[in-house]
Structures are given as C-alpha cells and as structure tokens.
C-alpha cells in the first residue's frame, strides 16, 4: 500500500504543534515529534528542511486555522474580540505556541503576517467611513483589541480554576474594552 505523504505531513506538522507548543522551539525534539506522528525523522527534514522551517510551517498552518475560525469583521472589532477570546479560550496551545515564537523567534517568518496588515486596512477602511473612532492608528487599534481578549485569556484573579461564570465575565469585559476602543465619537452638531 503506497504510503500518503499529505496524510504524514499533517502528522507531522499535528505533533510538531504538541511538541511545540509545551516545549518550545529549543525544547523540541525532532526525535518525539516522529514518534508522535510515527513517522521516520528523516521525513521531517525532506518535509520541511529543518527544525526552525518546521515550527514556521507550524505557525503558518495555526494562524490559517485561527483566521477559519475566527472570521474579522471590522464593522464589530467587539464581536471579534469576544470571538478571539473564546478562540483563545478553547485553544490555549495556540496562544502558547504564539509566545515560544515571540520568545525564541521574534524576526522569524510570521512576526508581521500577511493577514494582520489585512485586516488593519480594513480597520482604516472603517475609520474612513467613521464608523470607528480615530484616536488610534488602525493597527494599533487591532492590536489593542487583540491585547483585550490575550489579557482577559490570561487573567487570573485568585489562581482557582476557570468557571464558567468567570470566562463569561472575562469575554464580557473583553467585549466591552474592544466597544470602547472602537467607538466612534458622536457626530458633532
């Protein structure tokens, strides 16, 4: 039977993301990553020629999925924030994965996405038509209401595990920190 190599290649790039994401791009083992998607090692290098082009084509492949799953609406940046935020909530591994590659490879490939400048032109798009506010630079808008839902994700208030209630707080104040970024200022009279 002939052997997939789209099948293995997701393998791969499925346990480089576990191994990734709890370990880092140091801590990784190319070893453990094969195991994992019991495949050879040397299938690694022919896939994706070393460790570090695995872990760019790790991120790639995360930031396509989170960009699925996540639709942008620049229209409602507070809806997208709370999307973000339950995003972050049910994948944790992501936003892990995110600060090994901010921690061990902030100029590497994905630093400053494709889809990030995207979206920022229609955040400018939207303020041009007024209906955001303009005290921010459009991406600096994005990044502050990105910022909203990654630190309302990492808020822990007194170390107990998450309840429901309190990951609806935390998406509520997300929301409404995004709503007041975004609000346009009353038109004047």
Do not use: C
């Amino acid at each position: 039977m002939p052997r997939d190599s789209n099948a293995t290649k997701a393998r791969l790039l499925d346990a480089a993301f576990a191994e990734f994401a709890a370990h880092g791009i140091a801590g990784a083992r190319v070893d453990r990553i094969a195991s994992a998607a019991g495949a050879n090692k040397r299938l690694i290098y022919a896939h994706f020629g070393s460790k570090n082009q695995l872990f760019d084509a790790v991120l790639r492949r995360a930031a396509e999925a989170g960009a699925e799953s996540v639709p942008f609406d620049a229209d409602d940046l507070p809806g997208y924030a709370g999307a973000v935020f339950d995003h972050l909530v049910a994948r944790p591994d992501l936003l892990r994965l995110r600060l090994w590659q901010l921690l061990e490879r902030p100029a590497g490939p994905g630093s400053a996405t494709e889809g990030f400048r995207r979206r920022a032109a229609e955040v400018a798009d939207a303020q041009a038509r007024g209906e955001l506010s303009r005290a921010l630079a459009p991406a600096d808008l994005l990044t502050m209401v990105l910022a909203a839902a990654q630190a309302w994700f990492w808020a822990d208030e007194d170390g107990r595990p998450r309840s429901p209630e309190r990951l609806a707080r935390h998406r509520a104040a997300v929301v409404e920190t995004a709503r007041r970024l975004t609000e346009p200022p009353p038109p004047e009279r």
